[in-house]
């Protein structure tokens, strides 16, 4: 198990490193996902696709024709106004804003137009950025947290500010209201004071970091890391310390629910905390490992595992139904009104939409 899971990591990594240089095929790394009410947001190397969510079918696609190295897994964001924010993890490292409101003719596929572009990065767009009000706090793969302004009216984006923080940084950041929190593979968190930019304070915990922290209700924060542990912040401080040791190293953001923790690990176990008591609730072993994060659906929460299949289970740890999906699943599963999507690897299909009982509603491959 341990040697399929040190495998399993080492494959995660390789394939963020080869897209630098433009070396991924699909099945080598996770697509992201995302979704409104309408469409949902498929980002898969080539491609960045909108598919209707009553059907399954195409709306549009997107690829960079002046960019034949540009690839895309970093999960979509998604603005007040409608554009559609997807960075390239290749090639000219491009952060794009997309209008799908303003669809233009390519042949027989409609694209949509380009807003506003952002050169200024030198890595990979694995992570997401994060929106607080009007500004972007965009991290990159090359250590630097990029902040814009949205709504500078700039068809070539220039930073606000470039913060450099070091390390390779793969997850969204957070934010409390008053500082932004940013995790890196190099065993840091750091915390960005929202005005002045500055760094409020920067704390290594000697593991890497993969996911992003969790903010919860006693206003702590708590995040995995590759040293198998969750870790508790003081958001002013940076204070920290372990509040529960993990069988093996976590790669998912934590889940909130109250004042409830859930997250899993890559041995597959699947764990409830209770930020109150500082006590572990309960711990269920589904099958295969765990890098999505758990989501809340009605009273219950919805795990994928990398073996294929989505588990709904309760809040006392007992499994309510599964459904064997099919390929792996790395990516977290997005719910978008009574819809699960979920956007499998080694599959048939590139997205499946289930029910809220888990059945097959519809699949999605894209036809040219």
Known sequence: MRKKLLLLTLVLLSAVLLSACGGVVRGTTWPGLAADETTAF????????????????????FSDRNDNKAQFYAAPVLTPDGLVI??????????????????????????????????????????????????????????NLYVLDL????SQKQPVQVIDLGGRLWAQPVTDGERVFVTSLDHSLYAIDLETYSVVWHEDISAAIPGSPALG???????????SKLEQFDPATGQHGSVLDAEYWIWS????????????????????????TGALNWSVQPDGAI????????????????????????????TLWFEEVGGKIYTTPVTAGDLILVAPLEADFYLAALDSNGRQVWTFTPEN
Request: net charge negative; aromatic share 10%; no cysteine.
């Open 253 to 276: 953001t934590p889940t909130l629910d109250g004042n409830t923790l859930f997250f899993g690990d890559l041995k597959g176990n699947f764990y409830s905390f209770d930020t109150t």
């Open 151 to 154: 709504n500078d009216g700039q």
């Open 42 to 61: 498929l980002a898969d190397l080539p491609f960045v696709y909108g598919i209707n969510l009553q059907d399954g079918k195409e709306t549009w696609r």
């Open 217 to 227: 209700p006693d206003g702590r924060l708590y995040l995995g890391s590759l040293a």
């Open 291 to 318: 890098t999505a994060n758990a989501i809340l659906q009605n009273d219950h929460l919805l795990l994928a595992t990398e073996s294929g299949n989505i588990y709904a289970i309760d809040k006392d740890g007992k």
């Open 86 to 143: 997807v960075g390239s993890s290749a090639g000219e490292h491009i952060l794009y804003a997309l209008d799908p409101s303003d669809l233009l003719a390519d042949g027989d596929i409609k694209t949509p137009a380009v807003e506003w572009t952002f050169t200024g990065a030198t890595g990979g767009w694995v992570a997401s950025p994060l929106i607080v009000n009007d500004m972007l706090f965009a991290p990159n793969a090359d250590g």
